[in-house]
């Protein structure tokens, strides 16, 4: 006797914003375009306001769409701090460890360093420098750089204007702040060669000379490497996630 299963259908409202995705996906609603009010779509959909509203919090969520004012919804274009905290839960729930971060890190980072000095502008320069400023003060009082760090390599790749680079390099800077968390309190040089390592991409940048910038992109992250074994912390360590905020 044939048996036939009843059909799982999704939910309304994941119909709803599926539908809105694939518009804005395919292009036939593009970035600054206004969406039709809610009544609008609930109108199209045959479905009440409410599944609406719950549709388009799942493109909100997704950083697909925004509110202009109370009622006025407007298509976006995500923005890698929209896409970067679920990527980065995603690594960590799969277990990352240290040396996938670093094999990662060891390919983009110089890679980074080299089209930033390409690319680079004016306006990204100073803020590259301010940086620097910050952590040079930030290090002479005896405090981590850590973050100004995670901070200098979020700039170098705005800087580098490759919107595939800055996507996927974000989670993995975000998972190797802790990295040097857990070197520095054992290693009393790491915070000097963190510096000259910044200095010289800089450097680089504002001569564009992208090799010179390539370099010291990959010596500061071997460096860490380095940092890393010299605190007997193991290549197959998981980053520790209380660091992460």
Same mark, same amino acid.
């Given at each position: 006797m044939l048996t036939i299963e009843k059909l799982s259908a999704p939910p309304a409202y994941q119909v709803v914003s599926s539908e809105l995705? $694939? /518009?804005?996906?395919g292009g036939s609603l593009n970035p600054g375009d206004a969406l039709p009010s809610e009544l609008a779509l609930a109108t199209s959909f045959g479905v009440n306001r409410s599944t609406v509203r719950e549709g388009i919090r799942q493109l909100e969520s997704d950083g697909l769409v925004r509110r202009e004012g109370r009622k006025r919804l407007v298509v976006t274009v995500p923005n890698h701090s929209d896409l970067t905290p679920r990527a980065t839960r995603a690594l960590l729930m799969s277990a990352v460890t240290f040396v996938e971060?670093? &094999?990662?890190?060891?390919v983009l980072e110089p890679l980074a360093a080299r089209l930033a000095a390409e690319n680079v502008?004016?306006?990204?320069? &100073?803020?590259l420098n301010r940086n620097l400023d910050a952590t040079r003060a930030s290090v002479k009082q005896g405090l981590s750089p850590g973050r100004l760090d995670m901070e200098f390599h979020t700039l170098l790749s705005e800087a580098a204007h490759? /919107? *595939?680079? #800055? #996507?996927?390099?974000q989670p993995i800077g975000?998972? #190797?702040?802790?990295a040097f968390e857990q070197v520095h309190p054992q290693l009393p040089?790491?915070? *000097? $060669?963190?510096?000259k390592a910044h200095e010289e991409i800089v450097d680089g940048l504002e001569r564009r000379d992208a090799e010179h910038a390539e370099l010291w992109a990959t010596r500061h992250?071997? &460096?860490l490497k380095r940092g890393w074994l010299k605190a007997n912390l193991s290549l197959s360590e998981q980053i &520790?996630?209380?660091l992460i905020s």
């Open positions: 995705r $694939r /518009h804005i996906l971060l670093w &094999d990662v890190s060891r502008s004016k306006s990204e320069l &100073d803020g490759n /919107h *595939a680079l #800055l #996507l996927c390099r975000t998972l #190797l702040y802790p040089q790491a915070a *000097a $060669r963190l510096i992250i071997e &460096d &520790d996630r209380s």
